[in-house]
């Protein structure tokens, strides 16, 4: 399994970015799909979920309204697309492979991880 | 939401050691709670699922325990690369949640 994020960089509050995750060495339509992030020297947070075909989506609370999880299954890619950004939002950008599909433990258990992508919100 | 809290937040340990480090969970999530290893730098890497199920690859001197509200991760014998942060996770429910974390450092 790989995963490679790509897409994080300097931008301003209110601002907007995509973030990309290419996946490879594994049935990419078969599996969930999440983000997890981590703010500089802090815990790990759950940001939003996709399931394996994009039928269901999930969004933590923190970011609701303002991000947006998708996926091209024909070109193996994950996406989270940002708007409205703000200060609490910089992080480490991880995307993760579930074991499972659509329902169950299986998808908020994360069994591959990209290396991540930093996303830095500054004013 | 459910709230993870691990105990302790940082354990100094040596090489060889037994170690323990403990999650409770706000409301019983089963057995749907999984750890994570994460060393600095890395992305974090499953080491249990289920509380007591080894993911692949993992050394087996990792085990986990417990059911509803209490889980225990247990290192048998403390290797170098061992030393790492340690994150509990429940699965039971959305928006799944993370434990704070443990820091495990070299005596």
């Known amino acids: 399994v790989q995963l490679v994020e790509s897409g994080g960089a300097l931008v301003q509050t209110g601002g907007s970015l995509r973030l990309t995750c290419s996946a490879s060495?594994?049935?990419?339509?078969?599996?969930?799909m999440t983000w997890v992030r981590q703010a500089p020297g802090k815990g790990l947070e759950w940001v939003s979920f996709?399931?394996?075909?994009?039928?269901?989506?999930y969004y933590a609370d923190s970011v609701k309204g303002r991000f947006t999880i998708s996926r091209d299954n024909s070109k193996n890619t994950l996406y989270l697309q940002m708007n409205s950004l703000r200060g609490e939002d910089t992080a480490i950008y991880y995307c993760?492979?579930?074991?499972?599909?659509?329902?169950?433990?299986?998808?908020?258990?994360?069994?591959?991880w990209g290396h991540g992508t930093l996303v830095t919100v500054a004013s | 939401d459910i709230r993870m809290t691990q105990s302790p937040s940082s354990l100094s340990a040596s090489v060889g050691d037994r170690v323990t480090i403990t999650c409770r969970a706000s409301q019983s999530v089963s057995t749907n709670l999984n750890w994570y290893q994460q060393k600095p730098g890395k992305a974090p890497n499953l080491l249990i699922y289920t509380s007591s199920n080894l993911q692949s690859g993992v050394p087996s001197r990792f085990s986990g325990s417990g059911s509803e509200t209490d889980f225990t991760l247990t290192i048998s014998s403390l290797q170098p690369e061992d030393f790492a942060t340690y994150y509990c996770q429940q699965s039971y429910s959305t928006p799944s949640t993370f434990g704070q974390g443990t820091r495990l450092e070299i005596k």
């Open positions: 993760a492979k579930c074991p499972g599909g659509s329902s169950g433990w299986y998808i908020r258990t994360f069994d591959y």
């Open positions: 060495e594994f049935t990419f339509s078969n599996y969930g």
């Open positions: 996709i399931s394996s075909r994009g039928v269901s989506t």
